[in-house]
Structure formats: C-alpha cells, structure tokens
C-alpha cells in the first residue's frame, strides 16, 4: 500500500519555541493532505486540509497563524506550530489520498507526539 | 454539522469471541466510509472502506456493513485475539472531509 512518511515522531519543545512537523507521501504525489490533532482518548480533530500549490483550508476555530501549514510540493506538506504553549501539546497526525479518495482508503503518517513545557 | 459516535467507548473481553463495535453518523449524505486500527502512540491502519453504494466489505476476521439510510455501521470481529486489542475508529468522507467518531476501545486478553 501507498506509504506515508511523518517526522519526527516525538518533540519535547520549551514554551514560545517553534516546531516543524514534515508529512511526505513516499511513494505517490499527493496534491492533498489532511493535518488531525489528537488529544490524549479523544478521537481525531481535522485541523486542516493542505492543498500543492495553495493556501490551506483551516477547520473553524484552527488559528491559521499558529499553524503555518505549506504543501510546496506534491509529496511534502509541513505543519508549523508557532510559539508553542503547554496546551497544544497533541498528538499530531497527517494523512494523505492517494488519488480518487471516495474510492480508496486513506493512508496517514505514524504520527508526531508533541510536549510543550 | 456531520457527527460520529461510536459504542461502546471501551470494551474488555477473553479471547475467541465474537464481538461487535457500532458507529453510527447523523448525516446519511456520505461517499465512504472506513474503519481503522489504531495503536497506542501509533498512526492509523485502514481495516476496511465500505463505498455508499454498498452494503457490507469483509477482511479475513472482520466484516464491516454499512446502512447508510438509518446512518449506521458495524464491524463485527469474529473469534477475537489478543493481538486485536487496540482503539477502532470509524471514519465518514462526506464533502471534501474524512470524520472521525469517537473511537472504541479494545481490549482482547487470554
């Protein structure tokens, strides 16, 4: 099946620092991705949709300007977390179809838990 | 607004039953919809996608059906291991967005 690549897995970062999550699709192109955030037994919320070439479509209530998301390329989409806080310490993953995706399955990344102290 | 639940949230059961873990959505106006596997710490496995048009998909030990018009799901898990001990979530693509619900969590043990 289509493999889809996330580093790093897990980050412990200080409060107020920055950090970047990579989402690559390995071995197809991908003109989509989807960024989830998890919280700690709770199911997947869709933060946004990352579109090649484009600005990306947040989900209401996503601060766009803290989650800097840029698809630069077909198999690359990056989540920024800016000026990280305590709270948005997650469990982030991203996912990606590998074409007509009503008709196929949805492949996701292992996912980059996220600590902020 | 699409919505997803799932029952139960958690469950405890001995190894080699059979069980059954239910999703239900409130908004029957879906392309797929797709179960997944997922391990603690760990990404998601997609175990089965059942398209709108169809009634059921099946996978070795499970079998997911899909009733689209009363907004339900169920994947059945026949003869149950402890290997299968992990959250099962149920996903549905409707618009241009995959939904998640609210997952169940599984525990097989021996």
């Known amino acids: 099946g289509a493999v889809v690549s996330q580093h790093p897995s897990w980050v412990i970062c200080k409060s107020g620092t920055s950090v970047k999550i990579e989402c690559r699709s390995l071995d197809f192109q991908a003109t989509t991705m989807f960024w989830y955030r998890q919280f700690p037994k709770q199911s997947l919320m869709l933060m946004a949709t990352?579109?090649?070439?484009?600005?990306?479509?947040?989900e209401q209530g996503v601060e766009k300007d803290k989650f800097l998301i840029n698809h630069a390329s077909l198999t690359l989409s990056t989540l920024t977390v800016t000026s990280a806080h305590p709270e948005d310490s997650s469990f982030y993953i991203c996912s990606a179809p590998t074409g007509d995706y009503i008709n196929e399955k949805l492949f996701f990344g292992s996912g980059t838990q996220l600590s902020v102290l | 607004k699409q919505e997803v639940t799932q029952i139960p949230a958690a469950l405890s059961v001995p190894e080699g039953e059979n069980l059954v873990l239910n999703c239900s959505f409130t908004?029957?106006?879906?392309?797929?919809l797709q179960w997944f596997r997922q391990d603690p710490g760990k990404g998601l496995t997609s175990l089965l996608l059942?398209?709108?048009?169809?009634r059921e998909q099946t996978s070795g030990r499970l079998n997911a059906s899909l009733d689209k018009s009363s907004g339900r799901s169920t994947l059945y898990i026949a003869a149950s291991q402890p290997g299968d001990s992990a959250t099962y979530l149920c996903a549905v693509y409707n618009t241009d967005k995959l939904i998640f619900g609210t997952g169940t969590r599984l525990q097989v043990f021996p």
């Open positions: 908004d029957s106006a879906i392309y797929n």
């Open positions: 059942i398209q709108s048009s169809q």
């Open positions: 990352s579109n090649e070439g484009s600005k990306a479509t947040y």
